[in-house]
C-alpha cells in the first residue's frame, strides 16, 4: 500500500525525484498543440502525445480544448477566449503545486480552490495608444481547508507558486516559423 498525500503518492514522487537525480535526461519534455483556426475568433486545439527524454510518449486519448470569444468581443461565446484559459492553466499548475509540494512538505490539503483575475487592456490587441496586448496583471484568492500553521500554508503558497511552470512560461518569449500552405 502507498503512502498518498493529496492524492500524490509520495514513494512514487520520491522515486521519480530519485531517478531524475541519476538521469536529469528525464526531466526533459516536449508538449505540443495543434491548433486550428475554425473562424472570427474559434479556433480548436487537439493535445495528445508529448515527449519525454527524447521518446514520444502515447496518452491513448486526445484532448480538446476550443477557444473563442464573448459576444460582445466580437465572438460567438462558443469557448473561453485564450487569456480566461492562460488563467485556468496558471490556477491548474498552482494547484497542482499545492499537492505536489504539499505531499513533499508532509502538509495535508482537505479542499483548495483558487479565484484568479486578470486585467487586460483591449487598447493593446487593437493596436492604439502604445498599450501592450498582454494582461498586466494576475491577481487572486487561495481558499484552503488543511490542519498545517499559517506558517506552513504561507511557505506552501510560496513554493506553489514560485515552481510552477505556467507561472514562469509567463516569462518566456514565443517565437514561430512562418510556413506557406500550397
Known sequence: MSNKINGIDVEALNATIDAVKQTPLLAKCTFQTRTVWKKGFQSQAQISNFIQAGETVK???TFTVSGDHPEGLLGQNTAPAAVEGLIAATAACISGGWATFGATMNIPVESLRIELEGDIDLQGFMGLNNVRPGLTR????????SSASDGQLKELKETAEKMSPVVDSLKVPVKTELIRIK
Open 59 to 61: 496518452r491513448g486519448k
Open 138 to 145: 494576475i491577481r487572486g484568492k487561495i481558499y484552503v481547508k
